[in-house]
């Protein structure tokens, strides 16, 4: 397998099926493709993907470009890996609160870009604050419901898909207790989910 994905610094979108990909354990060779060059980079991208954007996964002769869709190829490819809960009522959330990041929180995506090497404390817009209280309310009730320490106990895609807002709450100084995290316990997830091995050494090749 070979995985495309853009600079690791910035690319949300490549580190979710990334850590997804290394959960498996599977032998897998990484492309990377540098962005905000703009020309250089979709030309790139183009050699790789029909959409012309990354991340990409090439497996048993395909090509599947989208963030969501390869970590599902994964999960039912790897059903050793546990991608997924098991229990059909737990799965059933995972997947909704997947698909809420995949396709929601626009104001935190537009105002807090991720970017792995900044540290700083911004005023945050009232759109982003309320992402993140619902993002806190998301967690909140996932980690109620397994106890922890990861949204539905062990690891899943739907931890995968927040790593990236947990580099972003960490990177703006987001004060979760100011967002409902009144017993610090999407506090400690968020700490969870940025000392994995796989975010480790994403987040050293950075």
């Not at 546990?82 to 997947?98: H, K, N, S």
């Not at 911004?122 to 009730?141: C, F, H, M, T, Y």
Request: hydrophobic fraction near 45%.
């Amino acid at each position: 397998m070979e995985i495309v994905v853009g600079t690791r610094k910035w690319s949300t979108w490549s580190l979710r099926p990334w850590l997804a990909l290394k959960r498996t354990g599977a032998p897998f060779t990484e492309t990377l493709v540098q962005l905000r060059e703009v020309e250089a980079s979709t030309a790139e991208i183009l050699k790789h993907s029909p959409s012309g954007l990354v991340p990409v996964l090439k497996a048993d002769g395909l090509v599947i470009w989208d963030s969501l869709a390869i970590c599902e190829y994964l999960a039912e490819r790897f059903p050793e890996a546990g991608l997924w809960p098991t229990d059909p009522a737990e799965r059933a959330l995972a997947r909704a609160v997947t698909a809420e990041m995949h396709s929601g929180f626009g104001a935190l995506r537009r105002d807090c870009p991720m970017d792995l090497g900044l540290l700083t404390t911004a005023d945050l817009p009232e759109g982003v604050q309320a992402n993140v209280r619902r993002i806190v309310s998301v967690w909140k009730e996932c980690l109620s419901r397994s106890g922890g320490p990861f949204l539905f106990g062990h690891w899943t895609i739907a931890d995968a898909f927040y790593t990236p807002v947990a580099t972003r709450f960490r990177s703006y100084g987001v004060d979760l207790a100011a967002h409902g995290d009144s017993d610090g316990k999407a506090a400690v997830y968020r700490d969870a989910l940025l000392a994995t091995p796989e975010f480790l050494e994403w987040e050293a090749g950075a």
